[in-house]
């Protein structure tokens, strides 16, 4: 009982982590509400497109941190800490999806956020197999060239891990333990649901033929 009531507050605090929004912020910083502005999305895609690249990779790389700060916070306090049996994948997964949750839906911005895909990566990055990284790069970047659909590529990126996991957990090359293993396929899965229905606009443009393609150096935008 103790342990579920761990995970629920590595949930919570993942949230309050989840709703530092850095394009938010960064907007703010800047004289704009960025919710205004482009597509409106609070994430690192539009902070780019309406604040310049360096702004957009400042989100994007502060949207990792918040990440890793909420998932190594609660993993030295619980586990070497408190000296819970809560293995690092578990506590990770917990907290991480804690965050893409409070990243999504931000209680103070009437629960309209980003779409949690570089939060999403960060807690795949996060189980610390390099394999699922590369190929999780790979993807990203390759699809997002040759299409120019930031989209597609995120929502490929996610798809492509829940599946890299999947298989590495049942080979044996990315170990969970027994007891929560249901609970870390679970999470997985419903971090990749929820990244593919936060893109539900941009999956019905794409189907439609209407999703504008994004180019850097034309500074084209995607909606």
Same mark, same amino acid.
């Not at 394009?23 to 597509?39: E, L, Q, T």
């Not at 409106?40 to 400042?58: C, D, E, K, P, Q």
């Not at 970047?141 to 999947?166: D, P, R």
């Given at each position: 009982?103790?342990?579920?009531?761990?995970?629920?507050?590595?949930?919570?605090?993942?949230?309050?982590?989840?709703?530092?929004?850095?394009?938010?912020?960064?907007?703010?910083?800047?004289?704009?509400?960025?919710?205004?502005?482009?597509?409106?999305?609070?994430?690192?895609?539009?902070?780019?497109?309406?604040?310049?690249?360096?702004?957009?990779?400042?989100?994007?790389?502060?949207?990792?941190?918040?990440?890793?700060?909420?998932?190594?916070?609660?993993?030295?306090?619980?586990?070497? /800490? *408190?000296?819970?049996?809560? %293995?690092?994948?578990?506590?990770?997964? @917990?907290?991480? #999806?804690? &965050?893409?949750?409070?990243?999504?839906?931000?209680?103070?911005?009437?629960?309209?956020?980003?779409?949690?895909?570089?939060?999403?990566?960060?807690?795949?990055?996060?189980?610390?197999?390099?394999?699922?990284?590369?190929?999780?790069?790979?993807?990203?970047?390759?699809?997002?060239?040759?299409?120019?659909?930031?989209?597609?590529?995120?929502?490929?990126?996610?798809?492509?891990?829940?599946?890299?996991?999947?298989?590495?957990?049942?080979? /044996? *090359?990315?170990?969970?333990? %027994?007891?929560?293993?249901?609970?870390? @396929?679970?999470? #997985?899965? &419903?971090?990749?649901?929820?990244?593919?229905?936060?893109?539900?606009?941009?999956?019905?443009?794409?189907?439609?033929?209407?999703?504008?393609?994004?180019?850097?150096?034309?500074?084209?935008?995607?909606?």
């Amino acid at each position: 009982m103790i342990e579920r009531t761990i995970c629920v507050i590595c949930l919570g605090v993942g949230y309050l982590f989840g709703c530092i929004q850095t394009a938010y912020i960064v907007g703010r910083i800047k004289g704009i509400d960025i919710r205004k502005k482009g597509s409106g999305n609070l994430g690192a895609t539009n902070t780019l497109r309406v604040l310049g690249t360096f702004w957009g990779i400042f989100t994007a790389v502060m949207d990792i941190v918040k990440v890793f700060a909420a998932e190594f916070l609660m993993y030295y306090i619980i586990s070497p /800490g *408190l000296g819970f049996p809560i %293995d690092r994948i578990t506590l990770f997964l @917990y907290t991480g #999806i804690g &965050v893409v949750l409070g990243h999504d839906f931000p209680f103070y911005l009437n629960f309209k956020g980003g779409k949690g895909v570089a939060a999403t990566a960060a807690v795949l990055i996060s189980l610390w197999d390099w394999k699922m990284i590369v190929i999780g790069v790979v993807v990203f970047f390759s699809i997002a060239a040759f299409t120019g659909y930031i989209s597609l590529a995120s929502m490929s990126l996610v798809t492509v891990e829940l599946i890299i996991f999947i298989i590495f957990t049942q080979n /044996g *090359l990315i170990v969970l333990t %027994d007891k929560w293993n249901s609970d870390c @396929y679970i999470i #997985i899965i &419903v971090m990749t649901l929820l990244c593919i229905f936060q893109h539900r606009e941009n999956i019905a443009r794409l189907v439609n033929g209407t999703e504008n393609k994004f180019k850097f150096h034309k500074g084209n935008k995607e909606k």
